[in-house]
């Protein structure tokens, strides 16, 4: 179970629910750029891989307004 849903669940989360994959079907250091909602405003939405989330990475509007932080 090599999936990006198993091993970051709260990451997987966040993913859009109309990307093409199920997170079951991304690895968690896929390249490949997925949308995401955020969980403080879901206007929000952006691109970005999977391999980025897991880095830490969260809403780009968020870091800028300082309204999100990283956990």
Known sequence: ????GYHYPEVAAERNPHNE????HIRPNDGRHVEWICPGN???RWSATPVSRVSGSTCPECQVTGSLTSS
């Open 1 to 4: 179970m090599d999936s990006l």
């Open 42 to 44: 879901p206007t929000h």
């Open 21 to 24: 994959l199920s997170p079951w």
